[in-house]
């Protein structure tokens, strides 16, 4: 990417059409206002970047973790059972809002399904109070014993417990248990958001005036872009939320 560029935020299709425009002109004008366009939403987003309430030490230790461990060499000897890098993580400003999410629904109780490397884990773990817990739930089972190396760093790791193995069952142990979470974060593949919203319903996990959250609702422009979108993934999702009763969006 060119460096005038750099920290560009592609996830919105709009600014990655922008970009190709900008890439594939050759209007020396055009691509001038294209760039100063490209550019303002790279400094507002630094701007308000800057804004957070800085990052706690141990949560940017486990943000220069995500960003330089060899997750592809990791995938290739077969250390990991999937293909992860360092965008699944929540950065900085993510972890920021649900820290504050947790806060302002004073919850004791969290479940986060995708724990990935634990960055939104602790984010979420620092705004619960001294007795809450948050039950962080993956697949991968290298993941386990990285973010608990970092989260026993923290005075706020005692309350995170990781549990390993399909996000679904987890929730059914979870259920039985009589866990009811006040705040659940899904993060996790997105085929599976809606089983995971109707097992958090069905199995009564929400506590009353609970929040749910998902990460990438949008994907890209998937539910509103794509031809049939009506039938993605994301779009069957939302629709799911807004016809059930129990919930309100």
Same mark, same amino acid.
């Given at each position: 990417?060119?460096?005038? $560029?750099?920290? /560009?935020?592609?996830?919105?299709?709009?600014?990655?059409?922008?970009?190709?425009?900008? #890439?594939?002109?050759?209007?020396?004008?055009?691509?001038?206002?294209?760039?100063?366009?490209?550019?303002?939403?790279?400094?507002? *987003?630094?701007? +308000?970047?800057? $804004? !957070?309430?800085?990052?706690? &030490?141990?949560?940017?230790?486990?943000?220069?973790?995500? !960003?330089?461990?060899?997750?592809?060499?990791?995938?290739?000897?077969?250390?990991?059972?999937?293909? /992860?890098?360092?965008?699944?993580?929540?950065?900085?400003?993510?972890?920021?809002? /649900?820290?504050?999410?947790?806060?302002?629904?004073?919850?004791?109780?969290?479940?986060?399904?995708?724990? @990935?490397?634990?960055?939104?884990? $602790?984010?979420?773990?620092?705004?619960? &109070?001294?007795?809450?817990?948050?039950?962080?739930?993956?697949?991968?089972?290298?993941?386990?014993?990285? +973010?608990?190396? @970092?989260?026993?760093?923290?005075?706020?790791?005692?309350?995170? %417990?990781?549990?390993?193995? &399909?996000?679904?069952?987890?929730?059914? %142990?979870?259920?039985?248990?009589? =866990?009811?979470?006040?705040?659940?974060?899904? *993060?996790?593949?997105?085929?599976?958001?809606?089983?995971?919203?109707?097992?958090?319903?069905?199995?009564?996990?929400?506590?009353?005036?609970?929040?749910?959250?998902?990460?990438?609702?949008?994907?890209?422009?998937?539910?509103?872009?794509?031809?049939?979108? #009506?039938?993605?993934?994301?779009?069957? =999702?939302?629709?799911?939320?807004? *016809?059930?009763?129990?919930?309100?969006?």
């Amino acid at each position: 990417m060119d460096n005038s $560029l750099k920290g /560009l935020p592609l996830y919105d299709p709009a600014l990655k059409e922008l970009k190709l425009w900008y #890439e594939s002109t050759e209007d020396k004008g055009t691509k001038e206002r294209l760039l100063k366009i490209l550019q303002m939403h790279i400094k507002r *987003d630094c701007y +308000a970047l800057n $804004l !957070n309430t800085p990052v706690t &030490p141990v949560r940017q230790e486990i943000l220069q973790f995500t !960003n330089t461990n060899n997750w592809e060499l990791l995938a290739q000897q077969k250390v990991t059972q999937y293909r /992860l890098g360092p965008n699944m993580a929540s950065g900085e400003w993510a972890g920021q809002v /649900l820290k504050m999410l947790v806060s302002m629904q004073k919850a004791k109780t969290v479940i986060e399904i995708g724990m @990935f490397t634990g960055f939104a884990s $602790l984010s979420m773990a620092e705004a619960l &109070p001294a007795d809450g817990q948050l039950f962080a739930c993956d697949i991968e089972p290298y993941l386990e014993k990285s +973010a608990r190396s @970092f989260f026993d760093k923290s005075p706020h790791g005692k309350k995170i %417990t990781i549990k390993i193995g &399909p996000a679904l069952e987890t929730l059914k %142990t979870l259920a039985k248990e009589g =866990v009811k979470a006040d705040f659940i974060f899904i *993060d996790a593949d997105k085929s599976g958001y809606i089983d995971y919203f109707k097992s958090v319903l069905d199995n009564n996990i929400l506590a009353p005036r609970g929040t749910i959250a998902f990460d990438n609702i949008y994907w890209f422009g998937e539910p509103y872009l794509q031809k049939g979108c #009506e039938n993605t993934v994301m779009a069957i =999702v939302h629709k799911a939320i807004i *016809d059930d009763p129990r919930v309100e969006q």
